[in-house]
């Protein structure tokens, strides 16, 4: 039995993919061995997510592509929740009870972007943990939000897939505009607080 908190720290940074490499457009497989090997990438994946300071990282961020993610984020209450949700449905409201809240939301695979997107104010989300027990998390405020967005790319979705064209350039403008800040290796390579080329 493999607790959550040893999987919180004591892990390896990974290189976070991009948009636009193939493991990140394709859906994921299910997980079927809970074994050292599947532990030891959720470990590398928390390390890999405070490294690069984010609330949830999907297994197709580590160049991975089985149906997994990790979490570490605040609900509508502040309260950070953290946690794995392997093999992992999502259910959403339907009519009176449907919300929808267009917050700012970013990625770490297109790093320094944000745009509002319009997702179900809360959500709650199955599959099983690390041990390969069953596991539900009722997500509200932002944790609702990266519920979903993790999902979304264990079937091969990314966040501006639900852009319109429009926004969706505005979002790929953002990220040019900071990307060298992000060496191709980030986060196993920190981020640059500025670009010697525009301060010559």
Known sequence: MVELKDLLTGGHTRRVTRWGEPVLHTPTQP??????????????????MATAEGVGLASTQVDDNRSLFVFCCPDENDE?????????????P???????????E???????????????DHAI???????????????????????????????????GDRLSSRARRKLYADHDAVAY???????ISPKKDFDPTRHA
């Open 125 to 159: 989300c199955r599959g099983v943990d690390q041990n390969g027990d069953p596991v539900e998390i009722l997500g509200t405020g932002l944790l609702a939000r990266c519920l979903q967005h993790e999902t979304d790319h264990l079937s091969g979705i990314v966040c």
């Open 106 to 120: 970013g990625c770490l695979s297109l790093p320094g972007a944000y745009s509002p997107i319009a997702r179900p």
């Open 181 to 187: 800040r992000y060496p191709d290796d980030w986060p």
């Open 31 to 48: 997980v079927t061995a809970f074994d050292d090997e599947l532990h030891s990438l959720l470990q590398d994946m928390f390390t890999t």
């Open 80 to 92: 950070v929740q953290a946690g794995v949700v392997i093999n992992p449905t999502v259910i959403l």
């Open 94 to 104: 339907e009519g009176r009870a449907r919300e929808l809240v267009a917050d700012e």
